[in-house]
């Protein structure tokens, strides 16, 4: 079965930093494409990174320079390096991988930047 377990969450101020990271249990992780989304009260979820198997990494604009997705396939972890953390990037983050066309999700972690 596919387990995926956020972490790193918090409150933090404009222009500070945090980690995130995702435990995957999966198997093949090497071969899995993972990606961190978030979600905005009242808004819908949204594609923040993607690492894809060989390592290429894809960003959505609002984040692109800001935040660095990273992934060790000995350890089965991905991680989400943001910095320059602005209010609009609150949020609830989540580890997605796709498995026979099924995505699945970890139960998120709280992200709030202040003003």
């Known amino acids: 079965q596919v387990q995926l377990v956020e972490s790193g969450g918090g409150l933090v101020q404009a222009g500070g930093s945090l980690r995130l990271s995702c435990a995957a249990s999966?198997?093949?992780?090497?071969?899995?494409?993972m990606s961190w989304y978030r979600q905005a009260p009242g808004k819908q979820r949204e594609l923040v990174a993607t690492?894809?198997?060989?390592?290429?990494?894809n960003y959505g604009a609002s984040v692109e320079g800001r935040f660095t997705i990273a992934r060790d396939n000995a350890k089965k972890m991905v991680y989400l390096q943001m910095d320059s953390l602005k209010p609009e990037d609150t949020g609830v983050y989540y580890c997605?991988?796709?498995?026979?066309?099924?995505?699945?999700w970890g139960q998120g972690t709280q992200v709030t930047v202040s003003a």
């Open positions: 997605n991988t796709k498995v026979r066309d099924y995505n699945y």
């Open positions: 999966v198997a093949f992780f090497i071969a899995k494409d």
């Open positions: 690492i894809f198997s060989g390592g290429k990494t």
